[in-house]
């Protein structure tokens, strides 16, 4: 069976980019600043629309957002806003563009109590990964848990916006925070 031919959970052959996606960064254990704030805004810009959607706009979101550089979107203008607003290659929601600054502002607060990001944000799985146990279909697959909540309302507490139970799931999923690989799935961990 080629690589194209094996069972995943999304993506394939006829979409190259969600495959690598799936293949190369869903679920794997996420430990880079730059890269929480990257999904931490996309997972954001995501809601009401299909996450293809927005992985096609990705690398457009990187240009126009300084590579997702926190402390950079941080410092963002009204100048900045209606630069982005004015951006076919983005989706041009002004709530969305909005949540990007002021989460960013946030993240760096985080920063700046714990230490890290990733600190504060794997405290919410007691720092590993979780992998819910028994036979793995999309059918079962949850759309929010306990500790998407507690992450929801912690984050809420502290003023983020575009962040609620199911956002903050993905978001879980997106950087291994839990590993929701279906059981036939090729990436889905063997025992």
């Not at 009401?48 to 992985?55: A, E, Q, V, Y």
């Not at 979101?61 to 607003?85: G, H, I, N, P, S």
């Not at 925070?177 to 889905?188: F, L, T």
């Amino acid at each position: 069976m080629t690589q194209s031919q094996e069972i995943r959970c999304f993506g394939g052959p006829d979409d190259p980019l969600m495959m690598a996606y799936h293949d190369d960064e869903w679920g794997t254990p996420l430990h880079d600043e730059r890269a929480f704030f990257e999904f931490l805004c996309l997972e954001g810009a995501q809601a009401g629309l299909s996450w293809r959607t927005i992985l096609h706009k990705r690398e457009r979101y990187r240009q126009v957002f300084d590579d997702f550089d926190a402390e950079k979107v941080a410092a963002y203008t009204e100048t900045d806003r209606q630069r982005l607003l004015a951006d076919a290659g983005i989706v041009r929601n002004k709530l969305k563009v909005n949540a990007f600054v002021v989460n960013a502002q946030l993240f760096r607060d985080v920063q700046k109590e714990f230490g890290t990001f990733d600190s504060y944000i794997w405290g919410f799985t007691g720092h590993k990964t979780q992998r819910r146990t028994g036979e793995l279909t999309m059918e079962n697959t949850p759309v929010s848990t306990p500790e998407s909540d507690a992450m929801t309302k912690d984050l809420k507490k502290r003023g983020f916006k575009f962040v609620g139970t199911t956002i903050c799931y993905a978001f879980m999923q997106a950087t291994g925070m839990v590993n929701d690989h279906i059981s036939s799935c090729m990436k889905a961990p063997r025992v």
